[in-house]
């Protein structure tokens, strides 16, 4: 089959990259959708979701690892020669309760690497082919309110036990994303905010479930143009300060 449009979504074997791949691949039969996951054998939902007959494809990609990255390209062009939509959702929140002055050196670089390092690795060795969709591609970099500086912090100067590194890579990626937008000016780049979601991250007690703030991030998607890129935008459609 011959598709329009190819959708990558990295991340995709659980909580939002699954709902995106989900819901894209109900959207348009004509639409490939490929789930980029870190490990192939943890990804039975999109597996089974491939057993349904529904137009998704199933790719091995480690954010953190160069050569994984690298090795995914070649796999991605054997099924399209552009990418439309890239979705950069894997992401880490460190384990635990720490206070901010608690967090080590470790867990404070695991987090950037995986959320600002890694978008900025998939996007550029994804360049040629979002550059192929010839000035119609989008770069959607998932992000959260706790990256926004001027997020309320609380009365005791904490904006959340454990969110330190969190907060901080996030703020980075809404910085990288707003620097890929000045340098390339034919490609729509996207900070977007799914919300406090019901996910193994945001935990039971969010207040979103996952379906709702994936449809408002598709929302987004679907109605912000080329004159709106490097913009920080929440699942409401709503501009959010950096």
């Known amino acids: 089959m011959a598709y329009t449009k190819t959708i990558l979504v990295t991340g995709a074997a659980r909580g939002i990259g699954f709902e995106l791949i989900r819901q894209y691949a109900h959207e348009d039969p004509a639409t490939l959708v490929i789930a980029a996951v870190r490990d192939t054998a943890k990804a039975d939902q999109v597996l089974e979701l491939i057993k349904s007959g529904v137009n998704v494809k199933l790719v091995q990609l480690d954010?953190?690892?160069?050569?994984?990255?690298?090795?995914?390209?070649?796999?991605?062009?054997?099924?399209?020669?552009?990418?439309?939509?890239?979705?950069?959702?894997?992401?880490?929140?460190?384990?635990?309760?720490?206070?901010?002055?608690?967090?080590?050196?470790?867990?404070?670089?695991?987090?950037?690497?995986?959320?600002?390092a890694g978008p900025l690795a998939v996007f550029n060795a994804y360049e040629p082919l979002l550059k192929a969709a010839k000035g119609n591609a989008v770069v959607a970099n998932i992000s959260s309110t706790v990256g926004s500086i001027a997020h309320p912090f609380g009365a005791s100067g904490e904006f959340g036990a454990g969110k330190l590194a969190y907060g901080v890579s996030k703020a980075a990626l809404n910085y990288i994303t707003r620097a890929l937008a000045t340098t390339y000016t034919d490609i729509t780049f996207l900070a977007l905010c799914p919300g406090w979601l019901q996910t193994d991250m945001g935990?039971?007690?969010?207040?979103?479930?996952?379906?709702?703030?994936?449809?408002?991030?598709?929302?987004?998607?679907?109605?912000?143009?080329?004159?709106?890129?490097?913009?920080y935008i929440n699942h409401e459609n709503q501009e959010l300060p950096f």
């Open 203 to 231: 935990g039971a007690s969010a207040p979103l479930k996952v379906e709702d703030g994936v449809k408002g991030v598709r929302n987004v998607i679907a109605t912000r143009t080329l004159k709106d890129s490097g913009k």
């Open 63 to 116: 954010s953190t690892d160069d050569a994984s990255i690298a090795a995914s390209v070649p796999k991605v062009q054997a099924l399209t020669d552009h990418v439309d939509l890239l979705i950069n959702n894997a992401g880490i929140l460190p384990p635990g309760d720490k206070k901010p002055a608690e967090t080590t050196r470790p867990d404070f670089l695991t987090v950037l690497d995986v959320n600002s």
